[in-house]
């Protein structure tokens, strides 16, 4: 399978984390082409047994999809732990470099490297690296979709370049309580509020791509 067709699948997978499934917009958006681009290349992963397309709905991925999304993404992570505990390059350059870097290493390679990093768990960005949860998403929600005054942990988010950006300059932690404060649907800004106090103000669209779990209780003693 070509790096094309990689691309597209670990677009749908990492896209359709916490929705049902994935627009032909969200393809076109997160992979820079046209929309014929997208049917066509769409239509053939379909005939692979890769996707399941629904005119108008979205795509999905079957069984044989997700195995391979999966075996994608859990190589693609491993170079995005490398990228930053290695050779601490800058966070936002990650993903692209991570993407072009699993593009080369073979399952053999890639087992090497996991040896080698000590099996991390997670990516810098809350991605796990457990294959058989990538795709789980039953525990989580998407921080747009939490309700006002409840409390949640961000634990992962969409892994792009510009969204890494904006998380870094709002300093937005993983594994941090928030409490969602307020929210203005005709601005399409969600107010959060960490431990500490600080309030920050994130665009809804964008929230739509971080995914929350709920406060771990503390256990009795």
């Known amino acids: 399978m070509s790096n094309h067709q990689n691309t597209y699948l670990k677009i749908i997978a990492e896209c359709s984390f916490a929705r049902p499934r994935v627009s032909n917009k ?3 958006h997160f992979a820079n082409v046209t929309p014929a681009t997208v ?3 769409t239509r053939q992963q379909q005939t692979q047994g890769l996707v399941n397309r629904r005119r108008y709905t ?3 991925l079957t ?3 997700k195995q391979v999304a999966c ?3 859990t190589t693609y992570r491993l170079c995005e732990v490398f990228l930053d505990q290695q050779l601490r390059i800058p966070r936002d350059q990650i993903p692209e470099q991570a993407w072009q870097m699993a593009d ?17 768990q997670r990516s810098p960005f809350g ?3 457990a ?3 990538l795709l789980d998403d039953q525990q989580v929600t998407r921080l747009s979709d939490v309700p006002v005054n409840a409390t949640v942990t961000l634990s992962g988010y969409l892994e792009t370049a510009n969204l890494v950006a904006y998380l870094d300059h709002l300093q937005l932690p993983l594994d941090v309580p928030l409490t969602i404060t307020a929210r203005d649907d005709e601005l399409h800004l969600l107010y959060l509020q960490l431990p500490t106090q600080r309030e920050v103000t994130i665009n809804t669209l964008v929230a739509t791509y971080l995914y929350t779990i709920p406060v771990a209780v503390p256990a009795e003693v």
């Open 26 to 28: 969200q393809i076109i």
């Open 39 to 41: 049917t066509e290349t």
């Open 58 to 60: 979205g795509v999905t």
């Open 63 to 65: 069984e044989r999809g």
């Open 71 to 73: 075996q994608l993404l």
């Open 104 to 120: 080369t290493l073979t399952p053999t390679t890639a087992a090497a490297l996991a040896d080698y990093l000590d099996h991390p």
């Open 127 to 129: 991605g796990t690296l």
């Open 131 to 133: 294959p058989d949860r």
